[in-house]
């Protein structure tokens, strides 16, 4: 659960510093996907806080990390 935790955090503070996305439409995604972490990119996608072209950044980030 702990490698779990720190690859999120991880992942948020790319969403805040690389696609600079505002703190509350990560909390919202976040809160929609408590159970899984790994649906994260697309509920934020689902909810139109992030652009196609972000999420395959996301992708992308999230295949590296």
């Known amino acids: 659960m702990e490698i779990v935790s720190a690859r999120l955090n991880r992942?948020?503070?790319f969403l805040q510093e690389e696609l600079t996305l505002p703190a509350n439409a990560?909390?919202?995604?976040?809160r929609e996907c408590e159970q899984?972490?790994?649906?994260?990119?697309i509920v934020l996608w689902q909810y139109g806080l992030v652009t196609l072209e972000q999420l395959e950044r996301i992708f992308d980030w999230l295949e590296t990390a």
Do not use: E
């Open 11 to 13: 992942l948020i503070r």
């Open 26 to 30: 990560i909390k919202l995604a976040v």
């Open 36 to 41: 899984s972490s790994n649906v994260l990119p």
